[in-house]
Structure formats: C-alpha cells, structure tokens
C-alpha cells in the first residue's frame, strides 16, 4: 500500500518525538555511569559532566572494600528476586485467571477486594505486628520474601484483563468439551497463550523484588548478613551521611571523610543497583509491550 505524504509526514514526526523521548530518558542514565567514575573531588569542584576532568574508580574502590558482604548481598538479592519472582508470578497469573472467569462463585465480591487494596492499606504498624508476631519473619529470609509475595492488585487486575481479551473463549469451551478439566486447561492452554503478560507481570514483580529495601529496613534489624544490595548500599550510605552531618563532633572525621568520595559513591551505588535490570530488560522487551498493550485494552 502506498503511503500519502500526510502519513510520512505523521510518521517522521513521530520518529523525532520519540527519539527525543528516549534520549531524554537515557541521558540521565549515561551521565550517572560516567559520574561514578568520576573523582569525588572532580564531582565537588565542576558537578555533574558528560567529560570529566578526572575519571577515577575510586568510587568502586570504596564500594567493593568489602567484597565478600558486597558478594554475599548480591546472592542474597539473586535469590530473593527470582524465588520471589517465581511464586509472585504463579500467585498472581493463578488468580488473575480465576477471577477472569464469569462463573467462578462470588467472583464480584473477589474482584472488589482485589482492587480495595490498590486504594487502601492497613498501614506499617499493624503490617509490622502482623508480620513479625503472627508470622514471626523477623531476622529470617521470610522476612524480605513474605512481605512483597502477597499479591499487587495492579498486577492481578492486568492479567484478569489479559486473559478476558487476548484469551479465545471459544477454545476454553472447546478442551472443555473434550474433557480437558480446570488445571489442564489452565496449564496447557492458558498459560501458553498468555506469554506475553507473565512476562510483563514477572519484569514487575522482579524489579519490585530487586529494587526493595524497606523490607530489609524493618524486618532485619540483627540479621544483617541476609541484606540485599539494596539493604547494604542504604546502610552505606546512611554511615556516609552520619560522618557528614558529625564531622564536626566527631575526632578524626574530617580526615576519614577526606578518603571517603562521598559524592561518586551515590552515583557508583545507583549503577550498582540498576545496572542488573538494565541487562535484563532488552531480552525480555517484546513480551513486556504486546503484554501492557494487550492486558490493558479493558478490565
């Protein structure tokens, strides 16, 4: 089919908004990788710069002093993301599927308290009391996976979405009728046509497992060999900010703050700790689009 100048036109407009789009995007990415190898004293002096005076890994240094904690956090975050990941995503794609489904008994009522929760929470306190003397997580691996295990409304209600729209209901009636029961259904011809939204749904929980911090914050509070790298670089960072805002009262601060580059050491640990996701991502973008795209057409 041949294409009007008013659809090139609307075409090269689109191509130059999005190209800014994405560089406005990655801009920032690229100036906080090149500010972590920045000297601290180069950072101080000119801010932030695509061409530093100074490049230096120092930062790094400071960061992997400790290599077997930084090590050992970072298996900590591997095993907590893709554990977490595993049995959030079967949580949430299990009752998304159900609560798809027009005959399953009260699933109004289900689907109302499924979305209360995107509105309303019980708050940290009662969270905090239910979890450590209900549950008793506290200082326990559970205490960073159970937390965020329990599903994320958004999340169920884009895979219910998904599954009323992208998922024939033709075919469920015909396994049906073939004597296929709930769980084949499900397994074998469910799951497999919805792809592209358990993808979408894993990237959203993993992230949320990686990223978290609070958790740790709350719950471990003498189990410290179980922090996450998140948990580890924000008690870094809450040690650097304790020096600065003491320096004064403190002997010998100032001499140990002039070995600490407290300004690169932000930007190392940001890359640190997105620098995973980033990897990631571009291997499992395609399914992420067609999922949002598709799982949000309605509720």
Request: hydrophobic share 50%; charged share 10%; glycine share 8%.
């Amino acid at each position: 089919m041949n294409r009007t100048s008013e659809d090139r036109v609307f075409q090269t407009i689109g191509n130059i908004i999005m190209i800014i789009l994405s560089a406005a995007a990655l801009i920032p990415v690229i100036l906080l990788l090149i500010s972590s190898f920045t000297s601290n004293d180069a950072l101080v002096l000119n801010g932030y710069s695509f061409i530093p005076e100074i490049w230096s890994y120092e930062n790094y240094e400071y960061i992997f002093r400790e290599s077997d904690k930084m090590l050992r956090a970072y298996g900590v975050s591997f095993v907590l993301t893709a554990v977490g990941t595993v049995l959030g995503s079967i949580i949430t794609v299990a009752l998304g599927y159900a609560l798809s489904k027009e005959e399953l008994p009260g699933r109004k009522v289900l689907t109302f308290l499924v979305f209360f929760t995107m509105l309303f929470n019980a708050g940290l306190v009662p969270t905090y009391m239910n979890y450590n003397n209900t549950f008793n997580v506290k200082n326990t691996f559970l205490g960073i996976l159970i937390p965020s295990l329990l599903m994320n409304a958004f999340n169920v209600m884009l895979v219910k979405s998904y599954f009323v729209t992208s998922v024939p209901n033709e075919i469920i009636e015909a396994a049906s009728i073939d004597g296929a029961g709930e769980l084949r259904i499900f397994y074998n011809i469910s799951v497999p046509m919805a792809k592209p939204i358990i993808a979408t749904i894993t990237l959203f929980v993993g992230i949320g497992y990686w990223n978290d911090w609070n958790n740790g914050y709350i719950y471990l509070t003498t189990a410290t060999n179980l922090y996450s790298i998140q948990n580890l670089l924000n008690r870094m960072q809450q040690n650097i900010q304790f020096l600065v805002q003491n320096s004064q009262g403190l002997t010998g601060a100032n001499a140990g703050l002039a070995s600490i580059p407290t300004e690169g050491v932000r930007m190392a640990m940001a890359v640190l700790g997105v620098l995973p996701i980033i990897v990631i991502y571009p291997f499992i973008q395609n399914n992420f689009v067609k999922g949002i795209t598709l799982g949000g057409v309605k509720g």
